[in-house]
């Protein structure tokens, strides 16, 4: 394996990861996809037909208008009271709260939250991250749609039929550290599901399902990196299968959820 870090791209095997660099500050009412086909230009870049396009939600965020001024939060007494006992700033609590579809659970300072899009994560999504002072990130209101959005407009401007990933950072029960995760999709199948097959010692596989979609999503982020104002990648040489699954389909059910 080669790994440097942003100019260089990351390649084991036949996989590459090609930072899309000099992107400019992402601001309402910008089209995502005219900002990374632009950016490619820049760099003198290409994208190819069966390339994987990883963008970070933020940037998809900020073109939607998913930013909100804390400024224009009036806090419930609810939510001033949650904001006291977790050390939170109540007008946060307000916006997590107004974009969670249920709460898991309220402890030492995090809000686990059900998103509309059925993803559970802390804070619901809500990001003070890379935006400015005073002013938070939501989740894009469907994902998928926007992740279609660029597909199309590369295939229609560029010639390339690609698939597309939107990520986001979620933390793991059991683990520590975060990782990226897809939270949205279009043209590529999120699963490869063993099940079924035989391993090389003749052992029928009954419950192996991966998630590649997650970990594309994972490996692109050492490319990102959340300081190198790298909002997005290619991942070159992975061969996928098409699909038009949503990223919904990521979300455990309910019913097969043993935590729940």
Not at 114 to 135: I, M, R, W, Y
Not at 173 to 179: L, N
Not at 203 to 213: E, G, R, S
Request: with cysteine; charged share 25%; aromatic share 4%.
């Amino acid at each position: 394996m080669i790994w440097r870090r942003s100019k260089i791209l990351v390649t084991t095997s036949s996989i590459q990861i090609i930072p899309i660099e000099r992107i400019q500050e992402v601001e309402k009412g910008a089209d995502v996809a005219l900002l990374l086909m632009e950016s490619l230009r820049k760099n003198r870049q290409t994208i190819k037909t069966g390339d994987v396009i990883v963008v970070t939600h933020k940037i998809i965020s900020k073109a939607e208008g998913n930013v909100v001024d804390l400024e224009s939060v009036s806090p419930s007494s609810f939510s001033i009271k949650s904001g006291k006992h977790l050390g939170k700033d109540p007008r946060l609590v307000e916006v997590i709260l107004s974009q969670s579809r249920r709460i898991v659970k309220m402890v030492k300072g995090l809000i686990i939250a059900e998103t509309p899009h059925g993803f559970v994560c802390a804070n619901a999504g809500v990001d003070q991250s890379n935006v400015e002072l005073g002013k938070i990130v939501l989740l894009p209101r469907n994902p998928d749609q926007s992740a279609r959005k660029i597909r199309d407009a590369m295939k229609e401007t560029l010639g390339a039929e690609v698939a597309v990933v939107i990520s986001d950072t979620f933390g793991r029960p059991w683990r520590e550290g975060q990782v990226d995760v897809a939270i949205g999709l279009s043209g590529i199948e999120p699963f490869v599901d063993y099940r079924g097959k035989t391993d090389q010692y003749g052992y029928n596989l009954k419950a192996t399902v991966i998630c590649t979609a997650d970990e594309l999503a994972s490996a692109a982020e050492l490319c990102m990196n959340k300081l190198d104002r790298v909002p997005a990648v290619i991942i070159r040489g992975y061969p996928f299968k098409r699909s038009e699954v949503s990223a919904r389909s990521l979300a455990r059910k309910p019913s097969r959820d043993l935590f729940r």
